[in-house]
């Protein structure tokens, strides 16, 4: 894969419940900008929209379907959360990945995080402007990328 570079995200990060559901609290996505990432989300090659089978039921998941997976990738790579406040996710990357994702403040660990080996789950912050949905897209294009390699 291509170099990982990130901008640096403006601002303070959002609240984040610091347990189970590990959901953002503030600073959300407007309703357009949340329907502009899920749009294009969804319309990757290989993915559909299915139900999350590891975050609270209004989540929107992306899985991966009909084509070969990274051994430590989950076929549901991301999903999407449309609550309290939408367009926060979560998401696995490499540890350089997340180690870049996480000094560009653009995510934080997952609680979970600790007890997971070879790579780490995050959650990426929710897309407040044009240019936080730029680099919010560069990260799920890596996450996507990652789980799309089958070997």
Do not use: C
Not at 9 to 19: I, L, T
Not at 52 to 62: D, E, K, L
Not at 66 to 85: C, D, K, M, S, W
Request: charged share 25%; net charge negative.
């Amino acid at each position: 894969m291509a170099d990982f570079t990130l901008p640096q995200r403006a601002g303070d990060p959002p609240q984040v419940n610091p347990g189970m559901p590990h959901l953002q609290l503030t600073d959300n996505a407007g309703d357009e900008l949340y329907s502009q990432f899920a749009d294009w989300l969804f319309t990757l090659d290989h993915v559909e929209e299915d139900r999350s089978r590891v975050s609270i039921p209004s989540s929107r998941a992306a899985w991966i379907r009909e084509a070969p997976v990274n051994p430590l990738a989950q076929r549901e790579f991301t999903h999407i959360h449309t609550e309290p406040g939408p367009g926060s996710q979560h998401l696995s990357l490499p540890k350089p990945d997340a180690d870049e994702v996480l000094a560009k403040g653009w995510g934080i660990e997952h609680p979970t995080n600790p007890y997971i080996h070879d790579f780490e789950l995050l959650m990426i912050y929710a897309p407040r402007t044009e240019e936080d949905f730029a680099a919010v897209k560069m990260i799920v294009t890596r996450a996507y990328e990652w789980t799309l390699q089958s070997g």
